[in-house]
């Protein structure tokens, strides 16, 4: 079965943006996909800052992103773009670090005005990384995703039902990927 990695780039524990990724790992789980999170907050902060390709905690988390047959671009939107922590995962992954695998973003901020950050800023990153598909994903309003009191979150049925079509298409889309893999397998193409 297809591996899924999630890079949350987040750098608050607390984020609404748990309440999305909970949502959709939930969903990807339940079809029998393998999932691995990068807390890109949890990563050592001097590895990252200054590409330490030495630090084997960075290099496990670039090492997960290219086993990955999906990629889960998970992130806040801060000033109309996501978050310097992302960025600075991204910027350490390889040139071609996407290349051939399905993408999936998946942001939250403060208002609808930013939803366009992912279309102006993410995409292109990721097309520099090699990446060629792109899945539309989902931007969502902080006010759609409530923080409870036992630490859980309640997502809007508008968010659930954006986040199922999003995870559907991007785990029929690595169904597919998976399916040409071993057909190409099967017939000698490389």
Known sequence: MSKIVIIAG???PGSRLN???EYAEKVWKEKGF???TVRVAELPASALLHADFKNAELLRAIAS???ADGVVIAGPVYKASYSGLLKSFLDVLPQSGLQGKISLPLFIGGTIAHL???EYA???VISALGGRHVLAGVYAVDQWVEKLENGGFQLTEELKN???RAADEFAEELSWAEYRKKNREQAGIA
Do not use: A, C, F, T
Request: net charge negative; glycine share 10%.
């Open 10 to 12: 987040s750098p608050n």
């Open 19 to 21: 309440g999305i990724l």
């Open 34 to 36: 393998g999932i691995e």
């Open 65 to 67: 992103v290219e086993e």
């Open 116 to 118: 366009l950050s992912v």
């Open 122 to 124: 993410l995409k292109p």
């Open 162 to 164: 954006r986040l199922d």
